[in-house]
T-cell receptor, first 112, second 110 residues
């Protein structure tokens, strides 16, 4: 059974800092990996989707990388802002069905 | 703009009552999903559907049912609500593999 882990569970950084969020998964036979953002009391917003054949995806200040063989993905946030404060979730799709297995998330706080 | 909506946003019900949570999407996506989110467990899949008249059980389907009579809607029914079903429920949809989530329904079973 696929298991997805996100470490750390919480992270606090000063504004302007570049930071990396980590996601690891136990079964490397994935179809794709998706990063989400969740604000308190809100739904999930899709940030980036990386196909298994890709090494990275970029959207604005966000860059996600994928190393399937080692079972790892990272989300890099450049020049962090207080508005980036949220919980970031990664989820993997193993391709057998269009279902996602989620990590528990990293709660990010960017201090002004 | 296309969107996915859930109703109600908040619900309090009593143990043993039947409850139905609504999910409606206007993207014309074939795939729809229901998840629950609990502290310490993250998001877990309850049921999913790949099209009209198709429904499948997820990881935590006991006590829940869904039906898909059209493309836009996938209502989630709790047959006899239990306190263990107090949670935040999210509906999602996708055409391919990228899923889009609704705002969630906070359900409290007393």
């Amino acid at each position: 059974k696929q298991e997805v882990t996100q470490i750390p569970a919480a992270l606090s950084v000063p504004e302007g800092e570049n930071l990396v969020l980590n996601c690891s998964f136990t079964d490397s036979a994935i179809y794709n990996l998706q990063w989400f953002r969740q604000d308190p009391g809100k739904g999930l917003t899709s940030l980036l989707l990386i196909q298994s054949s890709q090494r990275e995806q970029t959207s604005g200040r966000l860059n996600a990388s994928l190393d399937k063989s080692s079972g790892r993905s990272t989300l890099y946030i450049a020049a962090s802002q207080p508005g980036d404060s949220a919980t970031y979730l990664c989820a993997v799709n193993d391709g057998s069905a269009r279902q996602l297995t989620f990590g528990s998330g990293t709660q990010l706080t960017v201090l002004p | 703009d296309a969107e996915i909506t859930q109703s109600p946003r908040h619900k309090i019900t009593e143990t043993g009552r039947q409850v139905t949570l609504a999910c409606h999407q206007t993207w014309n996506h074939n795939n729809m999903f229901w998840y629950r989110q609990d502290l310490g467990h993250g998001l877990r899949l309850i049921h999913y559907s790949y099209g009209v008249q198709d429904t499948n059980k997820g990881e935590v389907s006991d006590g829940y049912s869904v039906s898909r009579s059209n493309t836009e809607d996938l209502p989630l029914t709790l047959e006899s609500a239990a306190s263990s079903q107090t949670s935040v429920y999210f509906c999602a949809s996708s055409r391919g593999y990228e899923q889009y989530f609704g705002p969630g329904t906070r359900l409290t079973v007393t």
